[in-house]
């Protein structure tokens, strides 16, 4: 089958709900209002009518449903614009009204506030908090700050905005103190399913132990708040997150297996007795028993999409016409999209559709393999055992986990958590023999849909097309590999962390930034295994803490810092850690000068052993590096009283603003020193400090130099090409 002929055999199904996939992303990514849009789709649609050419029509009737798609995403982001526009800046007393409260395994509790201003928000109750006793429908008022939804800032973080939008919550609140939450009214308001599903949890952990009523709740309605880690690992370890969520396997199994037992039922009873007549009710019964599940589980994008699959069959079956499983996918995506764009940016429901894509064209195995893209462009890791385990426990799951979820609807608790706990128990068995993620950096949206495709294509034969679609995702990304040094600042929060790539393949950090983990998996994800150098610019908390787990977990060539010894608390962790990893230490008496990485210069500039001083600010270790005739100055948290030892060697192309832009750094002295053309401001967005300062920023500005700042524009990437500087921020 040529490749027109194998589109134009998944026409009209798979055609609209491809239309719809596309549009939504357009309406919500472009700025072209949704008024446009509407009208592109009646032109369409129009159109569509009065031209003969099949092919054409085809075409006709996608950028029908693209456009019409695109209009309803952008009256979407219309809406949840306009609601994050009326979110409070800074503290504020709120009131409103509890849709959902889940508890958590470490007795806290999160809430679903819809506040009366119109916006809903996930409010964290911690501590003493938690203690408050508060139930779905209860109005109450709640006081703290409001944290806005923010884009990932760097590739393979966590995008809140995105998924906020997806899920419904415009915000996020935490609570520690208990009168700062104050139930107003108790049950003001009724939210049945919400009801529901905490009657679920109250019965299961009277019957079942802790961690069997925490399986089984993630099976039932996709709750794993009661998850250890060292629970979640063992099915992250073998690919089988899924397994955790209410995902359209176990749906359409429970379709099957509901249908079968009403019609069962429905023929003991003496007046209906023949097949013929129990049939229209068993499947009425059966879209009723699935709908009322989907509920159940908040209606999840993976549920809603079988849900949705599994009520075309049984209205197919009902009117005797039968629709081929792509139809019925079809159509479930096409309506998805339609009720509820804003889900295109929900990865459970990408991965959920782009798995039973990848089955319905070839297999268990494809589906696992096209999903792998995917999952490396929202985890930053693969697991690629998991291709092999999935074609063990997906089929096993359909015996065990769905018999699980219908014994437990009715009622039969303790052998659907044996049920349950035996297929964990095969996931921990072959995660000894399979398991293990692995770390890479993350491919952009289009490489990871380019890989797709690709996959896809090659599936089907079509040789040609899938090379060119490789040679498209991967030729780009070759041809802008740059030459010289290439420096990543690292979007930390309130502290510095950056990585350095010299031409001669060396490599070192400067900095750690204040999370412990952050810096360690950026590295991971990059496959650095050794780092040549670590270098600390002085032992603050925000610099020094990213630092352990990389000394813990990679091989590290040398430490360098800026002269404390084991008196300061945090430079002495570093320096255990250091000799029970076998690590190289030397202190700045025993580095200042010029340091030689290929073609590439690394120079100490201060302190110099006479000028080290008890201030950990002004004693930082100031850092230049230069490859031809570009450089860069990297000065920790140097104030204006130890910048006054700046001198003509310390110019540089590019600049990292010292103690992240504050007022008592960046003095005119400095800037007439170094004259950099571009400046970094290594901030965390909204932070306490009002970092960078104004007058700072403008100071730069006035010397002709260019700020850019982690907080609001992510990851930076900056290329010394010898003669020029690139900056390529991650967000515009």
Not at 67 to 82: I, K, M, N, P
Not at 200 to 218: D, H, I, K, T, W
Not at 221 to 226: A, L, Q, S
């Amino acid at each position: 089958m040529g490749f027109w002929a194998w589109v134009g055999s998944i026409y009209p199904a798979l055609l609209l709900f491809g239309g719809c996939l596309a549009g939504a992303y357009a309406g919500f990514l472009s700025s072209v209002a949704a008024f446009y849009f509407l009208a592109l789709c009646l032109v369409f649609a129009f159109a569509c009518l009065w031209v003969p050419i099949k092919l054409l029509r085809a075409i006709l009737v996608f950028a029908c449903a693209f456009s019409l798609s695109a209009a309803l995403a952008r009256h979407h982001l219309d809406g949840f614009l306009e609601r994050q526009a009326r979110i409070p800046d800074g503290n504020a007393a709120l009131e409103g009204v509890v849709e959902e409260v889940t508890p958590t395994i470490f007795s806290g509790k999160k809430l679903m506030l819809r506040a009366d201003q119109g916006f809903r928000l996930k409010v964290s109750l911690k501590d003493g908090a938690a203690m408050v006793g508060v139930l779905a429908g209860d109005r109450v008022r709640v006081h703290g700050e409001v944290k806005y939804l923010q884009h990932a800032m760097m590739p393979g973080d966590f995008d809140s905005y995105w998924l906020g939008l997806a899920r419904g919550f415009d915000g996020r609140l935490s609570v520690h103190n208990p009168f700062r939450i104050r139930v107003l009214k108790a049950g003001a308001e009724k939210f049945f399913w919400a009801d529901v599903r905490q009657s679920l949890r109250e019965r299961l952990f009277v019957s079942l132990s802790p961690r069997e009523a925490g399986v089984l709740l993630a099976l039932m309605i996709g709750d794993t708040d009661f998850f250890e880690d060292e629970q979640k690992q063992i099915y992250q370890l073998v690919g089988a997150g899924h397994l955790l969520a209410v995902s359209g396997l176990q749906v359409s199994c429970l379709s099957f297996l509901f249908f079968y037992f009403f019609r069962l039922i429905l023929l003991l009873i003496p007046w209906v007795g023949r097949l013929s007549r129990a049939r229209i009710p068993a499947v009425i019964l059966t879209l009723v028993a699935i709908w009322m599940f989907t509920g159940l589980t908040g209606a999840s994008a993976s549920a809603v999409r079988a849900a949705l699959m599994s009520s075309v069959a049984l209205v197919g079956l009902l009117l005797r016409r039968d629709a081929s499983i792509l139809e019925t996918f079809g159509i479930a995506g096409f309506v998805t999209v339609l009720l509820a764009p804003q889900s295109v940016f929900d990865p459970s429901f990408l991965l959920s559709y782009l798995a039973i894509f990848g089955l319905l064209l070839s297999g268990p195995l494809t589906a696992g393999v096209m999903t792998l893209p995917l999952s490396a462009y929202y985890f930053g890791a693969v697991a690629l055992g998991g291709l092999l385990a999935n074609l063990i426990l997906v089929p096993i799951a359909v015996f065990l986990q769905t018999p699980a979820i219908f014994l437990a609807v009715i009622g039969m608790l303790k052998p659907a958590a044996s049920l349950a706990g035996a297929l964990e128990a095969l996931c921990e068995a072959l995660g000894d023999y399979v398991g293990g993620l692995v770390g890479l950096t993350p491919p952009t949206a289009f490489q990871a849909t380019g890989l797709i495709f690709a996959i896809a294509l090659l599936v089907k034969r079509y040789w040609k097309l899938g090379l060119v679609a490789c040679l498209l995702v991967l030729v780009p990304s070759v041809l802008a590999r740059q030459e010289g040094v290439l420096i990543t600042v690292l979007p930390v929060g309130q502290g510095d962390a950056s990585y350095f790539e010299f031409p001669d393949g060396r490599n070192m950090v400067i900095d750690g930034g204040p999370r412990e983990t952050y810096l360690y998996n950026f590295l991971r994800r990059k496959g650095v295994r050794k780092l040549d150098v670590l270098a600390l610019s002085h032992p603050d908390a925000d610099h020094i803490v990213g630092l352990f787990e990389v000394v813990k977990n990679l091989e590290v060539g040398e430490i360098w810092h800026s002269g404390f010894d084991a008196r300061h608390p945090l430079m002495a962790r570093l320096l255990d850690l250091a000799r029970v990893r076998g690590c190289k230490v030397r202190a700045v008496n025993d580095l200042h000068g010029e340091h030689h990485f290929g073609q590439a210069v690394v120079t100490v500039l201060y302190p110099a052993p006479s000028m080290i001083s008890e201030s950990t600010n002004n004693n930082s270790m100031v850092l230049k590096v230069a490859f031809g005739a570009t450089s860069a100055l990297w000065p920790g948290d140097l104030e204006s009283i130890a910048e006054q030892r700046a001198d003509p060697t310390w110019q540089a192309d590019v600049l990292k603003a010292p103690h992240h832009g504050s007022k008592s750094s960046s003095s005119e002295h400095l800037v007439q020193q170094v004259r950099p053309r571009h400046v970094i401001f290594c901030t965390q967005a909204q932070n306490q400090f009002g970092f960078p300062h104004e007058s700072v920023k403008k100071r730069w500005e006035l010397a002709s130099a260019k700020t850019w700042d982690t907080g609001s524009q992510g990851q930076l990437q900056i290329s010394l090409t010898g003669s020029a500087v690139i900056v390529q921020p991650y967000l515009l």
